[in-house]
Each structure stands twice: as C-alpha cells, then as structure tokens.
C-alpha cells in the first residue's frame, strides 16, 4: 500500500523553519511514497516549495508533487502536480511537461473523467469522517469506484490510524493519502 504525505499549514507552520523542521520529522518518522506540498495561504509558496522539494529529495520520497500548478511544478523540478477537481483542462498541459499528475475527485464521474483524460492517478475523497469534507463516502464506495477505473486510487478523508490504512487496503485502494495520519 502506497502512502502519500500531504502537507497542511495548520500542521507544518508558517514559516520556512518551521516547515522543514516538521517536514523532515514526519519523513523519517513515516517515509511516504508520495509527498505533495499544499499550502493555499502562504505569500511564500515559491519559496517553501522549494524547500518541501529539497527535504523530500533528501529523503528519497519517491514523487514529489505540487499543489494546483503545473508550470511551477515544473519549473521546480518536481516530480508531478496534484490538481483540484476543478482543473481537469490541465491534465494535458500537465502531461505534455512531463509530469506525474494526481487529480483530486470525489464522485465515480470525476474519477472516470480523470482516467479519460490522462491522470496518472487520483485520489478519491472523503472515505471517512473529516473536518469540512462532506458526508464521507464509505468503504463500499471506495471497493465500486476501484473496480471501475484501472488508474491508481489514493483514499484520501480521515484515515488517521493503522486501522483505517488497513481498511482501504482491504478495500482495494492503490495506496492512502493523508494530512493528519503523518503528523
């Protein structure tokens, strides 16, 4: 099972110091497949994507994703860029420099549109319970939508424990993405 580490400001702070610190510290303590720097407040983005590239390639993270932009990701030299569920026009953009795209969905539809259209893979959300998400979708929801697209699916939405990692493995799930489980 493939795990995904998806950085949050509210645990990794607001500072440059701060995000490496904790950064480095969930790393060795969790070491994640995936690591994807998300930070929509920050004025600061550029600059602590850049360290977020730098702690994660010093720690072997195999993909090393950006949050919503491709060109940057790009330009940074990271390995690929996870796009919102409303940027599925920049999947082909995406592709054409090269890059690993993940794609957030939260219906089959928006899974299957997101295969149709070239993601390399997507995550799929809310499974469980989790603040401000919506009514979570379930693991039978999850074992439906895995058996119809063929691209990998990361469970993304309160796994917050070894039981729920086991839960969406069991489910099927490619792997499980996360805020709070590598915090």
């Known amino acids: 099972m493939k795990s ?6 509210l645990y990794y702070g607001h500072d440059a110091v701060t ?8 790393l060795n303590r969790h070491m994640p497949d995936f ?12 600059e602590f994507a850049r360290i977020f590239i730098d702690v994660c390639r010093q720690n072997n993270v195999a993909k090393v994703l950006l949050h919503g932009d491709g060109l940057i990701a790009h330009q940074y030299g ?15 953009h995406a592709k054409s420099r090269g890059l690993y795209v ?7 539809m928006q899974a299957l549109m997101a295969q149709e ?9 809310p499974i469980f319970s989790t603040p401000d998400k ?9 074992k439906l939508i895995v058996d119809k697209i063929s691209i990998p699916i990361f469970a993304l939405g309160g796994i917050v424990s070894q039981e729920k990692v086991n839960a969406v493995e069991a489910a099927g799930a490619y792997g499980f993405a996360s805020i709070r489980y590598f915090v």
């Open 78 to 92: 990271a390995d690929g860029v996870h796009l919102t569920s409303h940027q599925f026009f920049e999947i082909a």
């Open 35 to 46: 690591a994807l720097f998300r930070d929509k407040e920050t004025p600061f983005y550029h």
């Open 19 to 26: 995000l490496k610190d904790k950064l480095e510290r969930a």
């Open 134 to 142: 919506g009514e979570p979708k379930g693991l039978e929801d999850l």
């Open 102 to 108: 993940m794609v957030s969905t939260h219906t089959h």
């Open 4 to 9: 995904y580490l998806i950085t949050d400001p």
């Open 117 to 125: 259209l070239g993601a390399d893979a997507v995550t799929y959300s």
